[in-house]
T-cell receptor, first 117, second 115 residues
């Protein structure tokens, strides 16, 4: 079974609109972390936002927020007021276990977001 | 503060040749990771160093891949001999070993093409 599922291979969104990128995960470990990374056409992987499984509130970083629904095992990324520079590939990733445990990240297949002027 | 750097950015080699990829982590980061993205597939974990020790190498595909991190600073990933299926983008990431954060910061990747 896929541990990280991103069901949207591609999305087109009008500039200035909000966009939600879906991510569902599968783990039996009570302690885990969820990450979103952005990969623009230049290729580098840019860290956007992190949510810990025990965090009580949804994570926010500027225009990025993570809609964490633990019971549904979803960790959707919300980008408010999208900009042309948001066009990129977006990856959802999970670290299972607490820190100093199994620290490798498991990635989804990514969503290619295109912002339309 | 300099980010994670990787060299080369691109490498094109023929099947059977040897290639060595290098990663310089963020200064002070004890954790160093290698990942690989084969065309059209998800990014997959290869291995994890804590300083100079291999903490987890469960993702290494076979014994043609050799990773080292002498002195606990930069790391190299050697592929010998390279095969066609080794083509892809190889990412390195690093993180500090403390309780405040476990975010992994990625380098720009090395695109490897095996012909």
């Amino acid at each position: 079974a896929q541990k990280i599922t991103q069901t949207q291979p591609g999305m087109f969104v009008q500039e200035k609109e909000a966009v939600t990128l879906d991510c569902t995960y599968d783990t039996s470990d009570p302690s885990y972390g969820l990450f979103w990374y952005k990969q623009p056409s230049s290729g580098e992987m840019i860290f956007l936002i992190y949510q810990g499984s025990y965090d009580q509130q949804n994570a926010t970083e500027g225009r990025y927020s993570l809609n964490f629904q633990k019971a549904r095992k979803s960790a959707n990324l919300v980008i408010s007021a999208s900009q042309l520079g948001d066009s990129a590939m977006y990856f959802c990733a999970m670290r299972e276990g607490g820190r100093y445990g199994n620290e490798k990240l498991t990635f989804g297949t990514g969503t290619r977001l295109t912002i339309i002027p | 503060e300099a980010g994670v750097t990787q060299f080369p950015s691109h490498s094109v080699i023929e099947k059977g040749q040897t290639v060595t990829l290098r990663c310089d982590p963020i200064s002070g980061h004890d954790n160093l990771y290698w990942y690989r993205r084969v065309m059209g597939k998800e990014i997959k974990f290869l291995l994890h160093f804590v300083k100079e020790s291999k903490q987890d190498e469960s993702g290494m595909p076979n014994n043609r891949f050799l990773a080292e991190r002498t002195g606990g600073t930069y790391s190299t990933l050697k592929v010998q001999p390279a095969e066609l299926e080794d083509s892809g983008v190889y990412f390195c990431a690093s993180s500090p070993r403390d309780m405040e954060t476990d975010t992994q910061y990625f380098g720009p990747g090395t695109r490897l093409t095996v012909l």
